[in-house]
């Protein structure tokens, strides 16, 4: 907290007056709040309110993630920025407003997708906060936060309604616990659907929506990984970088006529923050202020009302699960099975669109049938997705009575 040569005394009784108020807490320990290192994944709407919160109350420090740039209709909301800010990286300017706020935190803006940070980084991470706007990215960061035993705070909202989850690896429920009751039901059947799609897939799929596009611009869609309506709607501007500017004018476009801009208030995104700002630090405190509550917490504004709904842990979880570090998951299929036929599966059973599976050294064409791979007894396939942070063991069992294809 304080530099070479600096005055530890003076500087300590500058500290203790500017958290004053939070001292007074019973259960509070500032000590333990300045240890703290919180990573917080995306700084939008929520991410700012989170940022801001934990850097008043004096996290030790703020690792802050995001692969957006500032716009215009960001500062209705978004309250670490200001019009001089447009098109510079949210993350390096949140952090810049974060240190003017409290010079006592330290912190770190990294601009880019979460996903494609070095997994070391989050080993020093004593929460991992989700402010995502995207499923994808928040199921990574789940299977990520189990993976490496750190607690995670998940927060969301659209328009008046919002909540937070707060999952502890092994003693609460993950979001897949209750995937099909949480996820919402547009992108369980997006993420159910296996990419081995064409260009003339999605102009037919669009034409359903009444939306017409040429077979080239989907094809220049398809090299971007954008691959179905879902992804029109929900694939992050940044990653689209590599198409040309009339491609993107045109995604933008596609944006509009299938989804509209979800719709925010600035409020609303105070107030859930506020109780995933609270859950945090309770997670940091260890008990002294209570246990954080294993469920899940929405708030409705226009009600004026919050409810707690409890979850319990699956414990057959494909990511929390019991089983799945024990054990391992097993699939039987038939004798004849392909690998396209264990990759339908992963997608309709898993929600996994996009899997990939590696027999020892080697990924596999989905032409490939699994009984010519002469698998040992006990030998695991690896299913890589960008679902999940670390790829999924897998036993495969072949059977010729086996009713799974």
Known sequence: MVGEGGDWSATARLVLER?????????????????????????????????????????????????????LSNLSRQMLFSDSDIGMPKSAVAERRLREMNPYVATTALNGDVRQLPQELFKDVDVICACVDNWPT????????????????????????????????????????????????????????????????????????????????????????????????????????????????????????????????????????????VEVVKLLHQGSLGRPFSGLIMYDALAARSTRVPLKRNRECFVCGDYVKTSGITIHLKSDATVLDLKEILASSYMYPDAEIQHRTRLLADDVRLSELTIKADEVLYIHTTRRAQPLALKVVLDEDSDRR
């Not at 700084?43 to 934990?54: I, P, Q, W």
């Not at 099909?180 to 659907?193: F, G, H, L, N, Y």
């Open 19 to 71: 958290y004053d108020r939070q001292l007074r807490l019973q259960g509070w320990d500032q000590s333990k709040v300045q240890a703290a290192t919180v990573l917080i994944a995306g700084v939008g709407a929520l991410g700012c309110e989170v940022s801001k919160n934990l850097a008043l109350m004096g996290i030790g420090k703020l690792v802050l993630v995001d692969n957006d740039v500032v716009e």
């Open 138 to 277: 928040r199921r990574w960061l789940n299977s990520l936060a189990v993976e490496l035993d750190k607690p995670l705070v998940d927060v969301a909202m659209e328009g008046f309604y919002a909540n937070v989850q707060v999952i502890i690896p092994g003693k609460t429920a993950c979001i897949e616990c209750h995937g099909d009751s949480i996820i919402p039901k547009e992108v369980q059947v997006a993420e159910c659907t296996l990419r081995k799609r064409k260009p003339e897939d999605l102009v037919n799929e669009l034409k359903q929506h009444g939306v017409e596009i040429s077979v080239e611009h989907a094809r220049a869609l398809f090299r971007a990984g954008i691959k179905t309506v879902f992804d029109i709607k929900y694939t992050p501007q940044a990653s689209m970088s590599e198409l040309d500017s009339d491609v993107v004018g045109l995604v933008n476009k596609l944006r509009e006529e299938l989804r509209p801009k979800m719709p925010a208030l600035q409020s609303v995104a105070a107030a859930i923050s506020g109780i995933a700002s």
